[in-house]
């Protein structure tokens, strides 16, 4: 016997048991975005090397360590997207999309990264992502993360998650900013790893995300971001929390909240959970007023964020939440013997086109009334529909509630039709 083959580490499958979780979150999102008049944008998933050098920053661990990256066969240096804001402002930029124009864009779909897999990290997972472009005052930044804040009332999350929100300023404030903390952590680099001293001058605010111990011990003292800001972006930042006091949306200022991506400027945020363990941060986001003009474009003021569907599709599967997913089938049409075959894929025919998004699982495959009952149980259906040959003659189908105690039932496909629609 030939060996199998696995699926590649870190990369999943979705099985028929797990997709109800996925797609009720899907459809969560999608009636959320649109409720913001949110457009969704769909960009490929192998981009440009130099698309993420550019925007992400060469000194990251996703450019340096994670990054899928190829030769194609012509030579060109190519990626498999590990995020998709950079994909989102290549395509509104090479499309027109941009400058001078208003955008509220979505997106949702894979996204790679060559990381250590474990609970919540995955080398091929799944991003949700909202990006707002031609805005620049603290009501977007706000509406933004209002969306947030009522998609976990939607799924019924908002008690296990955390808004930590930070200013970044301006690039000469954040420039003032470095000098100070690098040589706040000059006098401190016996106590950096090899990581943080590795970017002490290249990217020194990485050092305050570190999750090493020590050296958070280390920049207990460090300057705080939020004595450098310049007067707009602290005006900025006041508006927003003014704002998201306003809604009543709870949040925590964390002056040491950086976010892992060299292009924000500004507001950046996350939301935690303590539901996951080590992996808390559920969704982040924030500023990104440069990006465009680094990318090719025209100067456009730019805010969104990205979340991650695997940590999310976690928490939810620890809560009860089966009576939200949506069940196989609505009905089960059961047929014993050749004619009853025959009727009975006529009668689903019938009922899909009778009553819209009804779901009609056939059986197949013959077998006793009693194999034939169990497997209608196990579907989720509601009802079941019973043909016979003597059904099949007389026209009159059995019809059976499967999760009410009530005895079955003789109707015409007519009836049955009318039936179904009232439920």
Known sequence: ?????????????????????????????????????????????????????????????????????FDDRNGDSLTLRPEGTASCVRAGNQHGLLYNQQQRLWYMGPMFRHERPQKGRYRQFHQFGVEVFGLQGPDIDAEVIMLTARLWKQLGMASDVTLELNSLGSNEARANYKAALVTYLEARI????????????????????????????????APSLLDYLDDDSAQHFKGLCERLTDLGISYRVNPRLVRGLDYYNRTVFEWVTNSLGAQGTVCAGGRYDGLVEQLGGKATPAVGFALGMERLVLILEQMDIQARLP?????????????????????????????????????????????????????????????????????????????VQEQQVSVSVEELIERLKKQ
């Not at 009853?340 to 009334?369: K, P, T, Y």
């Open 1 to 69: 016997m030939s060996k199998q083959i696995q699926a590649i580490r870190g990369m999943n499958d979705c099985l028929p048991t797990q997709s109800p979780v996925w797609q009720y979150l899907e459809s969560t999102i999608r009636q959320l975005v649109a409720s913001y008049g949110y457009q969704e944008i769909r960009m490929p998933i192998v981009e440009s090397t130099d698309l993420f050098k550019r925007s992400i920053g060469e000194v990251t661990d996703i450019v340096e360590k994670e990054m899928y990256t």
């Open 190 to 221: 016996d106590k950096l790893d090899e990581d943080c001293k590795r970017r002490l001058y290249t990217n020194p605010l990485r050092v305050l995300d570190s999750k090493n111990p020590d050296v958070q011990a280390a920049i207990t003292d």
């Open 327 to 403: 069940q196989a089938a609505d009905v089960y049409v059961t047929a014993m013997g050749e004619q009853a075959e025959i009727l009975a894929a006529r009668v689903c025919e019938q009922l899909r086109d009778s009553i819209d998004g009804l779901r009609v699982l056939m059986h197949c495959g013959g077998g006793n009334f009693k194999k034939q009952m169990k497997r209608a149980d196990v579907s989720g259906a509601r009802f079941a529909v019973i043909i016979g040959d003597q059904e099949a003659e007389s026209g009159q189908l059995g019809l059976k509630d499967l999760r």
